[in-house]
Nanobody, 128 residues
Framework: QVQLVDSGGGLVQAGGSLRLSCAAS????????MGWFRRAPGKEREFVAT????????HYTDSVKGRFTISRDNRKNTVYLQMDNLRPEDTANYSC?????????????????????WGQGTQVTVSS
């Protein structure tokens, strides 16, 4: 069956960096756009970033532009989220997700409903 395994979260001070990874199995990785979403306590799930199947296109939510970078390695079936200059407001549980419909052009890729599979999440905590 399809599995997305998130890892790389942790506790970091403001201004620090973390790199999240999401390893996919049970699917044809290049058929899917890959995204990262986050949910902070008491808040709705929020789109963070997404990358097309080829890696040629990426979108970010405004609050992380210039600080976060999404990338993928199709040989390893893995997507990454490099997070730099972290802020306390980035504290959340981060999950990766795979979208078949958004694979090529990322149309609709900011909408969680467009994603078919989800990872279990990894916690990121940024202290001030």
């Amino acid at each position: 069956q399809v599995q997305l395994v998130d890892s790389g979260g942790g506790l970091v001070q403001a201004g620090g960096s973390l790199r999240l990874s999401c390893a996919a199995s049970g699917l044809t990785f290049t058929d899917y756009a890959m995204g990262w979403f986050r949910r902070a306590p008491g808040k709705e799930r929020e789109f963070v970033a997404t990358v097309s199947w080829s890696g040629a296109y990426a979108h970010y939510t405004d609050s992380v532009k210039g600080r976060f970078t999404i990338s993928r390695d199709n040989r390893k079936n893995t997507v990454y989220l490099q997070m730099d200059n972290l802020r306390p407001e980035d504290t959340a549980n981060y999950s990766c997700a795979a979208s078949f419909s958004a694979a090529a052009t990322l149309e609709g890729a900011k909408d969680a409903n467009q994603y078919n599979y989800w990872g279990q999440g990894t916690q990121v905590t940024v202290s001030s």
